[in-house]
């Protein structure tokens, strides 16, 4: 009768897994399971991995006795630019692979290191347009990575050189054509000419830039003397904006007019100094790069090109973006350059921009490219935090002269497929331009361009084009091009994986601000993300995701990040948006730009809106966000508000006062707290446990199950206590276990008196809570009779209960469920129980139990084992740590549980155990 009622019950769809468990007085059919096939167009982060792995063995191998052997038949330049590509790439792998081989700490890339370091990167006066800034610029991104002491003085040095070899802001491929401003010999006249020097450069001995007999450093280090010692020059033209004429010969060529957006005027010998924590893990100091004088504008349309190193400079905007590229690098770690370079760029650029937005490769050739436009956005978004926002203070006040550009930009790129179409009828150097695309979008934040989420999109792209020897590009076999295009596609999944800290709500696209202003401080997360990234010595990502957008998308960070100084326009679909986000295991930060109260009462009104059960409190001075990874000092500690759940999960943290000024102006010497602060909240909201990559969000889709598919029904048993903490938890694990198995998970709340007719019940008992006599009966008549109750106590221990070799009493397992069972034994589950092992199909092996660290910091030794209790036909799991909140995938701090892969492994187990008859 006890089945043939639960068959009834379960109804059409539940009658597969039903027969199966109705066979108890006989043999159990063997269930069916099968893991469902992921959806090939969506790639996975475990996809990623592989990928990474399969290119770094292709790259190891490419070296041989510390460097690279392609290109030298090319030009010593190209080859020890295509070597320091390839450093660049596997470190920055190494990153985001955890590869110990991959660590500069390594034998293999301390040699390949040091190598790179020797290798002169001169300018070459018999091979015009050997790439000598791309080397340089490479090799200075490398060893900007890490920022060791012993590479700080050629770090250094290429900074002086690319500094050096730039012609108001604008690149050539090497420093032969850069015009030098020198005083004459009375020091009354000013000349110009090719290869002198506008800083101190380095020593003539250096071994980097060698002297050739007779002639001038070929970096760029002393001025060009004939014979008779005394330099070469010609009047110095007064300085000017570099201008393009107004028409070229050919009429077919368009461009866009200069544009007078200037930098905001600033005393030409400032120069940014980055915060002592910059260097952190192994910064040898700052070094200083002098301000130059003015240079002559180029001369365009040039003449001749200088193929053949006649004709007067031409710069080309993919030297233009390198050259900026390693000079920047070389300023993040801790290299002093005036504020008049980064003014000179950001000038060209913006001169130089078409009026569609884009940018072209070189004046003669007028055609904008994705790859160019690239280059433009994240050179001005560069030259912006350097020049721009250290300045920004108030509200209202953040266009910059490169925002109309910049907008511009992004909006050629929001159109149609423009941002993702990075191969067309080029099949060569893709990698180049997918480099470009990750720039923008890690520089911006933007997790979308137009309505594509570039990394995912991409990064389906590039695992798919692979080959099986792991290489990326038109050849297959390890030439030049083929180190070229892997080299670029590793740095794209690479830098594109780290985990992501926070999401920055955009609530309205570029332009607008129906719903109210949004983005009063655009650089804080960049900056706050960087500063993070140097002091957990593990690069994490910023993102701005749209309000449109389902809240399941914003999950791939633990906290969503909303500020503004007046209160904002939400509709109820939009504010119910928040709280799915919040419920599915995220965190929610507000903060008040300069504190404004009009913003602060719209959070009061928006967080009665939310949980109107619930309400923001003040934190005591003394909770754990302010001493978590940082140590804040009690007189530092800003005020924070915070909300928390039925689990005691700090959803909701907000900060009355402007934190987010501190950081969109770098203020890290003088405001390091506010910067400890964001570390410590990002640490509270993951636990202090492993991060989750880009491609790992805690949401989880529907998988496509069949309409006659098994499913599993699960009781969730309501009490007078909190047995609902977390709302959506069973919902998500039931679609993530449908991935796992292919059942279906099918979950009621109920009385304990109605338990008829299900084969697992679920119940959350908090320490401290009671069963009424009724429902502790009504549990017991449900295990004798065959069912399977699987319980939490979160904290629930006893001297006895945390002892592993000693089975105890329900009375001894301190919580309330010794009501129901006190008399009962149970023992305790062991590695080879068969709970934790693949004891039936769809099960795993779930040993070691890994644990969240605030449970290990609080419960200490004190943590009991899961223990299990035979009674008649059924079990009763007994679990003292919470599973419920990490079947939301959340491992905020402040839960005392198990780690959110531990418990959907572990859930799985104990319902396929059980559908299988518990063997």
């Known amino acids: ?76 330049a190209f080859h020890q630019g295509l070597n320091a590509l390839c450093v660049y790439a596997l470190l920055n792998s190494g990153q985001a692979t955890h590869d110990p081989r991959l660590l500069p700490t390594s034998d293999f890339m301390r040699r390949l ?19 000598v800034v791309y080397a340089r610029s490479l090799r200075a991104a490398a060893l900007a990575m890490y920022a060791r002491p012993e590479d700080m003085e050629e770090l250094a040095d290429d900074v002086q050189w690319l500094v050096d070899a730039s012609v108001e802001g604008a690149y050539s491929y090497d420093d032969r054509l850069a015009y030098r401003v020198i005083p004459d010999e009375s020091g009354q006249r000013e000349h110009r000419t090719p290869g002198s020097p506008r800083g101190t450069g380095m020593s003539p001995g250096s071994p980097r830039s060698p002297l050739p007999p007779g002639g001038t450093s070929p970096g760029g280090n002393g001025p060009m003397r004939p014979p008779g010692g005394s330099p070469v020059g010609v009047p110095l033209t007064p300085w000017r904006s570099p201008h393009p004429p107004e028409r070229l ?12 957006r200037f930098p905001p005027a600033r005393p030409s010998q400032t120069t940014f100094r980055p915060p002592p924590s910059m260097p952190r893990g192994g910064g040898g100091g700052m070094r200083s790069i002098p301000v130059r004088p003015a240079t002559p504008p180029p001369l365009y349309p040039p003449r001749e090109l200088p193929e053949k190193g006649a004709g007067p400079f031409v710069w080309d905007n993919s030297n233009s973006q390198y050259g900026l590229f390693g000079v920047m690098c070389g300023a993040e ?54 020049l721009e926002a250290p300045y920004v203070a108030k509200v209202g006040q953040q266009r910059g002269g490169a925002d109309e550009s910049l907008g511009a930009a992004f909006e050629w790129l929001a159109r149609g497929d423009n941002a993702v179409t990075v191969d067309g009828a080029q099949k060569v150097y893709v990698g180049y331009t997918l480099n470009g695309v990750e720039r923008v979008g890690l520089a911006s934040g933007y997790k979308y361009l137009g309505t594509h989420d570039w990394y995912a999109e991409l990064g389906a792209k590039v695992v798919r084009s692979q080959s099986a020897k792991g290489t990326w590009g038109k050849s297959e076999e390890p030439i030049a091009d083929t180190l070229i295009d892997t080299a670029y596609s590793v740095l794209f999944l690479a830098r594109g994986r780290h985990p992501v800290m926070m999401n920055k709500l955009q609530l309205d696209p570029l332009g607008k601000s129906d719903h109210g202003e949004w983005n ?55 504010v119910a948006k928040i709280s799915s986000f919040i419920d599915a295991g995220g965190m929610f930060f507000t903060q008040a730009d300069d504190g404004a109260q009009a913003f602060n009462a719209y959070v ?189 106590s979160p904290r629930a221990t006893s001297s006895a209960a945390a002892l592993p070799k000693n089975a105890v009493r329900g009375d001894a397992l301190g919580s309330g469920l010794g009501q129901a069972f006190a008399a009962d034994n149970f023992d305790a589950v062991t590695q080879d129980h068969p709970l934790l092992n693949e004891t039936a199909a769809g099960m795993e092996k779930v040993w070691p139990l890994k644990i969240r660290p605030y449970a290990t910091k609080v419960m200490g030794d004190q943590i009991a084992p899961i223990r299990i209790a035979t009674i008649g036909k059924g079990r009763v799991i007994h679990v003292s740590l919470d599973v419920t909140t990490g079947l939301l995938g959340c491992a905020e701090w402040g839960v005392a549980g198990y780690e959110p892969a531990t418990c959907q492994s572990l859930m799985k187990n104990a319902l396929v155990w059980s559908a299988a008859g518990a063997p």
């Open 1 to 76: 009768m006890f089945h043939q009622r639960r068959i009834l019950s379960l109804g059409v769809t539940g009658i597969l897994v039903a027969l199966a468990i109705a066979a108890g007085e006989g043999e159990r059919p063997k269930l069916a399971v099968a893991r469902m096939p992921a959806d090939p167009a969506v790639v996975s982060d475990a996809a990623v991995r592989e990928a990474l792995a399969r290119g770094n063995e292709f790259l190891i191998a490419q070296f041989k006795d510390g460097q690279i052997e392609q290109g030298k038949d090319i030009s010593p």
């Open 113 to 131: 290191i040091d190598n790179m370091k020797m290798h002169p990167m001169a300018t070459d006066r018999d091979r015009p347009q050997s790439p």
């Open 249 to 260: 010969p050919q009429p077919r060529i368009e461009y866009h007019p200069p544009i007078n």
């Open 333 to 386: 770690a801790g290299i002093e350059v005036p504020d008049q370079y980064f003014q000179e760029v950001e000038q060209h650029w913006l001169t130089y921009q078409l009026r569609t937005g884009e940018w072209t490769y070189r004046l003669d050739r007028p055609k904008g490219y994705l790859a160019m436009t690239c280059a433009g956005i994240a050179s001005l978004m560069t030259t912006h935090d350097f």
């Open 520 to 574: 009063n401080r655009p650089r804080d997360l960049a900056n706050l993300a960087k500063f993070t990234s140097r002091e957990l010595e593990r690069p994490v990502q910023w993102q701005v995701v749209p309000l449109d957008h389902d809240p399941a998308d914003w999950s791939d960070a633990p906290i969503l990040y909303l500020a503004s100084h007046a209160p904002l326009k939400l509709s109820n679909g939009e």
């Open 604 to 792: 009061d009104r928006l967080a009665g809106q939310l949980y109107p059960e619930r309400e923001l409190k003040d934190l005591p001075r003394d909770h754990e966000i302010y001493t978590l990874q940082y140590q804040i000092p009690p007189g530092k500690r800003p005020r924070l508000r915070g909300m928390v759940d039925g689990a005691g999960r700090l959803v909701w943290v907000h900060s009355p006062t402007d934190l987010a000024v501190s950081w969109q102006q770098r203020a890290s010497t003088s405001k390091p707290e506010v910067f400890e602060l964001g570390i410590n909240l990002f640490a509270y909201a993951v636990g202090k446990s492993d991060l989750r990559n880009r491609l790992e969000p805690r949401a989880v889709p529907s998988p496509t199950l069949a309409a006659e598919r098994s499913f599993i029904a699960v009781a969730r048993i309501k009490h007078d206590g909190a047995w609902d903490p977390q709302p959506l938890a069973f919902e998500r694990f039931g679609r993530w276990f449908g991935w796992e198995t292919s059942w279906g998970l099918k979950t009621v709340a109920t009385e304990a008196s109605k338990l008829d007719g299900v084969e697992v019940a679920h119940l959350v008992l908090p320490v401290g809570s009671a069963l009424a006599e009724n429902d502790a009966a009504a549990l017991r008549k449900f295990v004798s009779a065959g069912g399977t109750l699987i319980v939490e």
